[in-house]
Each structure stands twice: as C-alpha cells, then as structure tokens.
C-alpha cells in the first residue's frame, strides 16, 4: 500500500523561504512523485513532478526559477520554496503514480495522494 505524508508547511512572508518533505512508502511500485497545490476557489495546480526511478524533473510555469524539487532518498521528496510570493497561499499536496504512460502534469495521473500541507504567504 502506497501512503503519502507531507510535512514543513507555515505560515511565512513574501520573499520568504519554506521547504516542504513528501515522505512516500512503498515506492518500489511508483513511476512519478508530484507536487501540487490548491488554493480556496480555485482548481488544483501542477507545481512539478520528477520521474522518480530516472531523476527527470518538471515545473509550472508559475514556480520556474522559484522552486526546487529533490530526491532525498528512494523515500523522501522535497520542495524547496524560495522568493515566496502572496500568490503562492494555497494547501500543498505530493502524489504518486504507479503508471509509467501518463502525464506528470495532470492531478487525474496520481491515484495516491498526502493529506496536504498549508502554506500562507502574508504581503
């Protein structure tokens, strides 16, 4: 069984840094790791993936230059959140996929989520 926990969340100002841990059991069966985000109001956001048995990464394009996605171990993904704007406030959920032949920018590709970790960025 594959179980996500996420952890690191704040509350910090703009400009601010913050990195999130994705601590993922059971990922001898899983092809992709992913961030996403979800804001009050609004549809759950790609923030980046990484092919997680190769190492090839992916951003949104609201988080290039900003954020950082590392692997730690066969068990542990990060993300690394600098220069934190207003805009970024939102729950942060990692996600897992056992399927090789998906998209990793989509939500619908990860059948297995965390419980989500809130970030607040105050202006």
């Known amino acids: 069984q594959v179980q996500l926990v996420e952890s690191g969340g704040g509350l910090v100002q703009a400009g601010d840094s913050l990195r999130l841990s994705c601590r993922c059991s059971n990922t001898f069966s899983i092809y992709h790791m992913g961030w996403f985000r979800q804001a009050p109001g609004k549809e759950r956001e790609f923030v980046g993936a990484m092919r997680w048995s190769i190492g090839t990464i992916y951003y949104g394009d609201s988080v290039k230059g900003r954020f950082t996605i590392s692997k730690v171990d066969e068990n542990t993904m990060y993300l690394q959140m600098n220069s934190l704007k207003p805009e970024d406030t939102a729950v942060y959920y990692c996600?897992?996929?056992?399927?090789?032949?998906?998209?990793?920018?989509?939500?619908?590709?990860?059948?297995?989520w965390g419980q989500g970790a809130q970030v607040t960025v105050s202006s």
């Open positions: 996600a897992a996929s056992p399927i090789w032949g998906v998209s990793v920018f989509s939500a619908t590709s990860y059948p297995h």
